[in-house]
């Protein structure tokens, strides 16, 4: 009768025990996976990410939206020159230095303008430089140090109870970590969208620099770049810090603490990334 008892027992340990194993091998394998595709994707300007939207983009902009910014700068032009103007006395006090002055800073706004692009990349490929040189900040594995083998082994000494408590556990924590790689793939492709349609309407901002009063549109404009350009550094710091972190956990000491330790080190992941497009905003003055 008691080996009846016994070979129940110890089939359903053996059942948790698969099942607990089965959620260990792809608990952290779909976030590991989407935290390894983090530096290859920050690393990248919009043209290298996706030609094909890049494409569409520059067409977009340089067909619907350039012609309104030529519009735009040919007021921001004619108001400059009648400010100049004015501010002489109405031509009383008259130095035609200032109309050098205009010419000159018509041909900056026209240049600007004209090569609004080249700009835009060259903001990009900078921070491009930047993250792919902090790539190598992030050493060894982003996988949980477990041994399979050692893991299996524990799970065998565990009571049938406390095997059924640590696979409901495991179980629960996997679909977080399955929700947790999805607000990764979220975070750092929504970034690239708001790239995009921000380069969209660059001409607009661009064709407001040559006169003061406007200029703080372009200005503002341009630290939004930069700041969506170098929040690729922030996110490759946050992957590095994870790296470090993940590497310190093991399951030979407790195997609850090393499965709530590294759900809580991949939630801080998912919080931080999320803060770095506010940090990186706050850094370069573009407001918040």
């Known amino acids: 009768m008691f080996g009846i008892f016994d070979g129940i027992t110890n089939w359903i340990k053996e059942i948790l025990i698969s099942g607990i194993l089965s959620n260990f091998n792809g608990m952290f394998q779909e976030v590991n996976t989407k935290v390894g595709e983090i530096a290859s994707q920050v690393g990248q300007t919009p043209q290298g990410w996706n030609a094909g939207i890049f494409g569409m983009i520059k067409t977009l902009s340089d067909t619907v939206v350039l012609p309104v910014a030529g519009m735009i700068l040919t007021f921001v032009l004619c108001y400059e020159l009648i400010n100049t103007v004015i501010e002489r006395n109405n031509m009383h006090d008259f130095d035609t230095f200032i109309f050098f002055k205009w010419i000159f800073?018509?041909?900056?706004?026209?240049?600007i303008l004209t090569h609004t692009f080249d700009i835009i990349m060259a903001i990009f490929s900078l921070a491009q430089n930047v993250v792919n040189g902090s790539a190598?900040?992030?050493?060894?594995s982003l996988d949980?140090?477990?041994?399979?083998?050692?893991?299996?082994?524990?799970?065998?000494?565990?009571?049938?109870?406390?095997?059924?408590?640590?696979?409901?556990?495991?179980?629960?924590?996997?679909?977080t970590?399955?929700?947790?790689?999805?607000?990764?793939?979220?975070?750092?492709?929504?970034?690239?969208?708001?790239?995009?349609?921000?380069?969209s309407v660059a001409p607009i901002p661009l064709s407001t620099m040559a006169n003061h009063?406007?200029?703080?549109?372009?200005?503002?404009?341009?630290?939004?770049?930069?700041a969506l350009a170098f929040q690729g550094f922030l996110i490759m710091v946050c992957v590095a810090i994870y790296a470090v972190l993940i590497g310190t956990i093991t399951t030979s000491a407790n195997i609850h603490a090393a499965i709530w330790g590294c759900a809580g080190y991949t939630v801080l992941l998912g919080f931080t990334l999320m803060k770095t497009s506010s940090?990186?905003?706050?850094?370069?003055?573009?407001?918040h």
Do not use: P
Not at 105 to 111: G, I
């Open 144 to 175: 949980i140090n477990m041994s399979m083998s050692n893991l299996q082994d524990t799970l065998s000494t565990m009571e049938w109870g406390e095997l059924l408590g640590l696979y409901m556990e495991s179980a629960i924590i996997s679909l």
């Open 279 to 287: 940090l990186a905003k706050g850094i370069f003055g573009s407001g």
């Open 105 to 111: 800073k018509t041909f900056c706004a026209t240049y």
């Open 177 to 199: 970590m399955k929700a947790l790689s999805l607000v990764i793939f979220i975070i750092i492709y929504g970034r690239m969208i708001e790239i995009y349609l921000t380069i």
């Open 136 to 140: 190598g900040i992030i050493s060894g």
């Open 213 to 226: 009063e406007w200029g703080h549109i372009g200005n503002g404009y341009l630290k939004s770049l930069f």
